[in-house]
């Protein structure tokens, strides 16, 4: 089985609590003390049913066999195979519009379990039954002590006038009262998720790679967080493959 990162254990108590204990980050992180955009990511789903195709015993495609080996899979790979678009557009874009500090990679993911994960990092089918154990839920331990872990720690390393972006739900507590409490005013979003669900916040992001074209981002704090739905998206069909294969849109 491949290396898991530990946990601390704290109770989750008062903000003020939560803030002084600050276990040693994961090794994972690397974290370098310059400037830039580092990207936070929302976790995708293991308890659906592409996940539960994707660790089915019997299953033969090539994901799903390496993650039962001792190679892996990268995160990365897998949680793009369980969401689909949504988490394809979360990790093209960041890594098309990322500018993060030497040495620190420019999309962190969000785990069930085990906190801030770069997503190159090699995990097994044990990983992926672990992360559909846990809820993400600021009122799970088991969730919210790695990321506040990690986030504390991403917090106090990086440059002041490094951003640090989320691309995941704002409407909800589940990433934004921990990230928030760790990053302060250096946490933003895309101004334009507001409203959007996951699959249009997928396509939009894949958009903005293929015309070259970044998202604006405001703070978190004192934001206006749920709105109206705007428009649907114009269908882009092949959109995937243009990028992949860097045509112009």
Same mark, same amino acid.
């Given at each position: ?29 690397? @974290? ?69 500090? !030497?040495?620190?990679?420019? /999309?962190?993911? @969000? ?41 504390? /720690? ?13 691309? !995941?739900? @704002? ?25 959007? !669900?996951?699959?249009?916040? !997928? ?47």
């Amino acid at each position: 089985m491949l290396a898991q990162p530990g946990l601390f254990g704290d109770e989750f108590g008062l903000k003020r609590a939560m803030l002084q204990v600050v276990p040693d980050p994961s090794p994972d992180l690397n @974290i370098a003390p310059d400037a830039g955009r580092v990207f936070l990511l929302s976790p995708a789903s293991c308890t659906g049913r592409r996940a539960q195709l994707l660790l089915r015993p019997e299953a033969d495609f090539d994901l799903a066999v390496r993650l039962r080996s001792r190679q892996g899979a990268t995160l990365g790979e897998v949680f793009s195979f369980v969401s689909g678009l949504y988490f394809r557009g979360k990790l093209t874009y960041a890594a098309a519009f990322s500018r993060p500090p !030497g040495g620190l990679a420019g /999309a962190l993911v @969000i785990t069930p379990c085990d906190g801030l994960v770069p997503p190159d990092r090699l995990v097994d089918s044990e990983h992926v039954r672990r992360f559909a154990e846990v809820d993400v839920s600021p009122d799970v331990p088991r969730y919210r002590e790695p990321l506040l872990r990690d986030a504390r /720690a991403l917090g106090e390393r990086l440059d002041p006038s490094t951003e640090v972006v989320l691309l !995941g739900s @704002i409407a909800t507590a589940k990433y934004v009262d921990i990230l928030s409490l760790c990053l302060g005013t250096r946490l933003c979003f895309p101004g334009e998720f507001v409203g959007r !669900g996951d699959m249009s916040r !997928g396509g939009l992001m894949l958009r903005c790679v293929a015309e070259r074209r970044e998202l604006e981002y405001v703070p978190v704090s004192g934001a206006t967080r749920r709105g109206p739905r705007p428009p649907k998206l114009v269908p882009r069909p092949g959109i995937l493959k243009r990028i992949a294969g860097a045509e112009p849109s």
